[in-house]
């Protein structure tokens, strides 16, 4: 294992029953990531992250945590992990800070003052002795990542944690990952099926579909391939498909309502802009399309919008 690498999994596969829900899958997580588990509802996510905890056993494959293998030596794979699971279940007739004092009664040498510590970072400790009943989603959630700050952890598993969150919501839980990754060098492993969160927060990406993993690495890097997208605005269009078909940097166009769209190597925008003109191209303006996570998985997932 890397000296830097916080999760490794290797070769990770499970079924129920007949099903293949996870099939021979590698992940590689560094310390400091922010780390984005990208699939549709379905795909597997859920089931890899309780693999990861060991609340569900693999049928083949290795994970190792902190360097530790979570099989041979659980107890140290999992000493300084923090995790939540689907939506966090606390006694609702009791305050946020009673709730969170019984589950420190399980960690053992916590220090004297550590609940009002992880209150505070998730910015709940002016609502520290409300009862859970009066919270709203958002504020469950944050009494959540409290709860798994609790043992000081290298590492954060959070399963789908702005679901069910309005935009205000969400942009809270978005700013208090960022802010805790930098300010207290955690690392975060995210699973979600939002695709714009990705983009807003993560610095990696792992994308899931069907229980196979299709790809990972950086997000500016999948943001920023060696393609470019560019509308061209003109009234001929028919005209300018006949002679860009044999543009060797032009692989492929696709005709709009009032433009052509081409996919293109980088950089031969200007060339393409003088070759038109010489040929007779009306040409009104070129406009280049940003790229962005959404169209990437549609494309990796040969056209599969996630849900």
Do not use: W
């Not at 905890?53 to 041979?72: A, Q, V």
């Not at 792992?206 to 790809?215: N, S, Y």
């Amino acid at each position: 294992m890397s000296q830097n690498n916080i999760i490794e999994v290797e070769n990770l596969s499970k079924s129920f029953g007949k099903r293949k829900v996870i099939n021979n899958i590698n992940l590689t997580v560094e310390e400091g990531d922010i780390y984005g588990f990208l699939g549709q509802n379905g795909s597997g996510k859920t089931t890899t992250i309780r693999m990861l905890l060991n609340l569900i056993h693999p049928d083949n494959g290795t994970i190792r945590l902190n360097k530790y293998d979570l099989k041979k030596e659980f107890h140290k794979a999992i000493e300084k992990v923090g995790a939540i699971v689907e939506v966090p279940k606390f006694h609702s007739y009791l305050s946020g800070r009673k709730n969170l004092e019984l589950m420190a009664n399980l960690i053992p040498d916590i220090p004297e003052g550590k609940v009002d510590e992880v209150l505070e970072m998730v910015g709940m400790l002016n609502r520290a002795d409300d009862k859970v009943k009066t919270y709203s989603l958002g504020m469950r959630q944050r009494l959540g990542i409290a709860n798994a700050l609790l043992n000081d952890p290298k590492l954060v598993i959070l399963d789908e944690p702005t679901n069910g969150l309005d935009p205000q919501g969400m942009k809270e839980i978005r700013d208090m990952i960022c802010n805790l990754a930098y300010k207290n060098n955690i690392t975060f492993f995210i699973s979600t099926h939002l695709l714009y969160e990705v983009e807003q927060i993560c610095n990696k990406v792992a994308i899931l579909h069907g229980g196979e993993l299709l790809t990972q690495g950086k997000v500016a890097d999948m943001l920023n391939r060696d393609l470019e997208v560019i509308d061209v605005h003109t009234t001929s269009c028919d005209k300018m498909i006949s002679i860009v078909q044999s543009l060797n940097y032009v692989k492929h166009f696709e005709k709009k309502q009032k433009c052509v769209r081409l996919k293109m190597e980088k950089g031969f925008s200007s060339e393409l802009n003088r070759y038109l003109i010489a040929n007779d191209i009306d040409v009104e303006y070129l406009i280049p399309q940003s790229q962005s996570l959404e169209a990437f998985f549609i494309e990796l997932t040969g056209g599969k919008q996630i849900e």
